[in-house]
């Protein structure tokens, strides 16, 4: 089903197993993202809007 038009999971059960073993796989190495605290100073409400880095 090039165009993902049907859901194939009730007729392709080996190639189901198949993607979830792999993604169960890559799982093992997702690194979480690294997240900061919200900054005030940078609200673009504070800037007209928009706020940049400054540097371009």
Do not use: F, Q
């Amino acid at each position: 089903d090039p165009n993902e038009r049907n859901n194939l999971h009730t007729k392709e059960h080996r190639m189901l197993k198949k993607m979830k073993e792999r993604l169960e796989e890559y799982r093992k190495y997702i690194v979480p993202p690294v997240t900061e605290k919200a900054d005030p100073a940078s609200d673009p409400n504070n800037y007209n809007g928009y706020w940049t880095p400054g540097w371009c």
